[in-house]
């Protein structure tokens, strides 16, 4: 936890493979190939055809909280009226710039390259990576990415609690 052992990175470039969402209750969103770089166009899409479906199936009565990472495309004033216009199906969560990212769906990226190293056989290509992520992806216990989600009320308050310096999160 020592700040001077910590390195700070750098969002929003080089290209994206895959994006996943999940919600409190006992729905694992699918995983969905991005094969190129996000870009706002390409996030909107992602919103359209797979986020919103998602959030009216688990939250059908608009009660649904959506959280996004800060990095470009997902500020884009293409994304954010997007999202104004779904309001009344989902609200979204509001980060600052440069705040840390606490969404639980983090920690499943770790869960999936774990996942993917443990296969007996390393990805050679595109194809049998995705295949190795989609497996791991599916299997991931419900109650793993529930006790995510109930973890960011404590997240949260050791953000506030600790302001500028690190948090166990």
């Not at 440069?98 to 499943?108: A, F, M, R, V, W």
Request: glycine share 8%.
């Amino acid at each position: 936890m020592d700040p001077v052992r910590q390195v700070g990175t750098v969002q929003g470039h080089g290209g994206s493979i895959i994006s996943g969402v999940l919600s409190i209750g006992i729905f694992l969103g699918s995983l969905v190939l991005v094969p190129t770089s996000l870009n706002a166009i390409r996030y909107v899409e992602l919103l359209s055809d797979h986020l919103h479906p998602f959030m009216l199936y688990c939250h059908p009565h608009g009660n649904g909280v959506f959280q996004q990472d800060i990095c470009i495309s997902h500020r884009s004033q293409l994304a954010t009226a997007w999202l104004d216009e779904h309001s009344s199906d989902f609200s979204v969560m509001n980060c600052p710039p440069g705040s840390p990212d606490l969404n639980p769906i983090e920690h499943l990226w770790d869960v999936l390259e774990k996942g993917v190293k443990a296969h007996h056989t390393t990805p050679a290509t595109l194809t049998e990576l995705w295949t190795a992520l989609a497996e791991v992806w599916q299997a991931i216990p419900v109650e793993r990415f529930r006790k995510l989600v109930e973890s960011m009320p404590s997240r949260v308050a050791a953000v506030i609690k600790d302001r500028v310096g690190p948090t166990r999160y």
